[in-house]
């Protein structure tokens, strides 16, 4: 033992020595451990001494150091220890306590005696990592020519009759799952050629374990006219491909936030990525939401970024100028994205305070909409002068059916047999005008994409070889600078 006394307050403390590995073992006066020990007690039985009076053991009737609550010694507090262990569940010492009849020694420098289980104490709370396999060496057992650098190959330069290998293994297997996918896509003749001309192209000198990227794709394919996105599909159903393109958010971040100094580009790219991505604690918005945000207060950041540094130096007064400038729908929408900017700048530490709390903007009462006089309904219906635009227009003026719900509809929505029609969600009754303008649409798609195996019920040119639905300026184009537009069709009273 070592005894140290404090230069500062006095206190003596007394510390136990360290153990000669010559020493000769022997017993504990206290829990006669056997083992090497710093004294007459071990290291258990010395610190237990230290926290607690001696007294008469309840258990074994020993003058010895016995606990407050309980009145039993170190050695039959770590007899009832081990009954506890050996019975598998957890419990309270106090019962185990009044069971204790005998003694099973154990060895010195142990906190607990082992009954073969797991481990106590600190060392059993903690769970040994394994050690990592070490990677096995790699052998060459024949001679081969390592990968110096990956060059990239042009295929600009590719002549059919000098480098055309129709027997290459992977130009058979892609060609036969061309094959496929254009019969499942209902591609047509030219199209089912054209892929294949280009598959000729970029594997016809193909070796095993090379990847073809979209940057030596692109412009060989692009300069003969052959189609890029369908010959990478293939490409990739064999994985083959490889997509070396920067993200579109990316490049639309990077033409967005130009000009932005790096304090505004970093909050701003942030607040971005987590509308579009999600966070802990908010949920993904819409890419339409998005854009429509970062769109509106451009020219705000742009503005800002000519005076301040940082989101940090912008003040309230700069929200209310900008709240001012604009008037209508404008103001709303820019004020609500600068609150999204900057609640999101707070919530993670960019900003100190936030300049858009209590300023308010007032909302804006939504006009009436007139009647439609009947010049511009019949403006409207000569405008429908294609089977699909008329289908089109007597979906939104007879069924209300917004442009989305009605790009959207599947085949399967239309019960011809029943006379039933599903919009939105809502079986309705099949008129006669929808009615004529569904079976002349199904004539002419059956006439014009024989083969498509495109579910929805408008097609165009484009989606007839895919699986998707047909887009937004498609489907409103006839209407769009019309007075009778498929919005005011659709909530035409009397429609």
């Known amino acids: 033992m070592t005894v140290v006394r404090c230069r500062r307050c006095d206190l003596v ?32 039985c010395y610190t237990y001494g230290q926290l607690h009076a001696v007294g008469e053991c309840v258990g074994c009737r020993r003058q010895v150091p016995v606990d407050d609550k309980h009145g039993y010694c170190r050695l039959c507090r770590a007899q009832a220890t081990w009954a506890i262990k050996a019975s598998g569940k957890a419990s309270v010492i106090e019962p185990y306590l009044r069971r204790v009849t005998c003694q099973q020694l154990f060895f010195a420098n142990l906190q607990r005696p082992k009954n073969g289980g797991p481990r106590v104490g600190k060392a059993g709370r903690r769970v040994l990592k394994t050690p990592p396999v070490p990677e096995p060496h790699r052998v060459i057992t024949a001679s081969t020519q390592l990968t110096l650098f990956t060059a990239t190959r042009d295929f600009r330069r590719f002549d059919r009759e000098l480098h055309a290998d129709l027997a290459n293994p992977w130009l058979v297997r892609a060609r036969q799952a061309a094959r496929a996918l254009g019969e499942a896509r209902g591609w047509s003749r030219w199209i089912a050629s054209d892929v294949n001309r280009a598959l000729v192209i970029v594997l016809s000198g193909f070796h095993d374990g090379e990847s073809i990227r979209y940057s030596e794709l692109f412009p060989a394919l692009r300069v003969r006219g052959l189609p890029v996105v369908r010959t990478a599909e293939v490409l990739d159903r064999l994985g083959l491909f490889a997509d070396d393109r920067a993200p579109a958010v990316d490049r639309w971040l990077e033409r967005k936030l130009d000009g932005m100094p790096p304090g505004i580009h970093r909050a701003v790219e942030a607040w971005v990525r987590t509308l579009l991505d999600g966070g802990p604690r908010s949920e993904p918005r819409s890419r339409h939401t998005t854009w429509a945000y970062l769109g509106e207060i451009q020219p705000v950041l742009l503005e800002w970024s000519s005076r301040y540094d940082h989101l940090r130096e912008v003040t309230r007064e700069d929200i209310i100028a900008v709240r001012d400038a604009a008037t209508g729908k404008q103001r709303e929408s820019r004020i609500v994205a600068l609150r999204s900017l900057f609640r999101h700048a707070k919530k993670n530490g960019q900003i100190f305070r936030n300049p858009t709390i209590r300023i308010r903007v007032p909302r804006q009462t939504g006009g009436v909409l007139q009647a439609l006089v009947q010049a511009d309904i019949d403006e409207a219906v000569a405008a429908a002068s294609t089977p699909d635009v008329r289908l089109i227009v007597a979906l939104a003026a007879v069924h209300a059916a917004r442009p989305k719900m009605i790009r959207t509809m599947q085949l399967d929505d239309v019960d011809l047999g029943n006379r039933r029609i599903t ?21 002419h798609r059956r006439h014009r994409w024989p083969n498509t195996a495109n579910p929805h019920l408008l097609i165009t040119q484009k989606t007839a070889v895919e699986l998707g639905p047909a887009g937004k300026l498609w489907t409103t184009r006839a209407n769009r600078n019309l007075t009778a ?11």
């Open 13 to 44: 403390t007394i510390t136990m020595g360290k153990i000669s590995e010559n020493k000769p073992a022997a017993s504990c006066s206290g829990c006669f451990a056997w083992g090497q020990l710093p004294g007459r007690f071990c290291r258990g």
């Open 423 to 443: 919009v939105g969600g809502h079986v309705r009754p099949l008129d006669d005008l929808t009615h004529r303008a569904v079976l002349d649409w199904l004539d």
């Open 485 to 495: 537009t498929l919005e005011r069709l659709r909530v035409e009273p009397g429609g």
